[in-house]
């Protein structure tokens, strides 16, 4: 095996040579994904512990919202396992992944715009309770937490990107989850509105949530994750320390190419 192919195996490995703190939250065992003659996942395995900001990085196309369609529960994998605090949960529903302890929000924010902004926050609180008083105390502490509780009466239809984006956190930390998947939820906010979505990712964090984060803003990738996950055509291309993967040269030319990380 050439130098070359033996530092592609240990980037690739989720565990080869990286001292990773802290208890398994998230497994992906060999996932794959087949939509009739597409192979949009091939073989994936990445594992998430608790606490952890893994980014999840890739060109466009390469499977990152299929492989959080079939960790949540939007689809099943066509081969491969998915576990959940060592629980298979492949091919279950998502609202009982979401009972779990898994949370996701979306790429285009989804406020039911006719409720006010904090009944949409009660919709995650819901999965746990019926008790419409105890969704809106559970609502309401994570309007707080993501600035919004002064437009908690508000139609959610009138709020901003960005307050339509920390609206969609709030109502994913409303269902209480270990983990939570971001598909792109920094995208079309202004630096300012940025900086302070990555201060509520570290707040979660301390509370012991792990974070997947699919974001193609590098220097975002860089200033939060533990570790960076790559997808390539459907298959995982490299994993480790942000400072390590930027240099990996399958990376680069797959996905990085002109960025300019340090910007």
Known sequence: MSADETNAQSVDDPDADIDRDGERILSVEGVGKRFSGLQALDD???????????????????GKTTLFNCISGAFPPTSGTVRL???????????????????????????L???????????????????????????????????LADKAEEEAGELTVGAQKRLELARAVSTRPEILLLDEIMAGLTPSESNQMLDLFRQLRERGTSLLIIEHDMKAIMNISDYVK???????????????????DRVIEAYIGGFDVDA
Not at 87 to 103: M, N, T
């Open 44 to 62: 994936v395995d990445m594992t998430v512990n608790r606490g952890e900001i893994i980014g999840l990085i890739g060109p466009n196309g390469a």
């Open 85 to 111: 605090d060592g629980e298979v949960i492949s091919g279950l529903p998502a609202h009982k992944i979401a009972r779990a302890g898994l949370a996701r929000t979306f790429q285009i924010t989804r406020p």
């Open 113 to 147: 715009e006719e409720l006010t902004v904090v009944e949409n926050a009660m919709v995650g609180a819901h999965i746990h309770t019926r008790r419409r008083s105890e969704a809106r105390e559970i609502a309401m502490e994570n309007l707080e937490f993501v600035g």
């Open 230 to 248: 790559v997808l390539d055509q459907g298959k995982g291309i490299a994993f480790g320390a942000p400072e390590t993967v930027v240099e990996d």
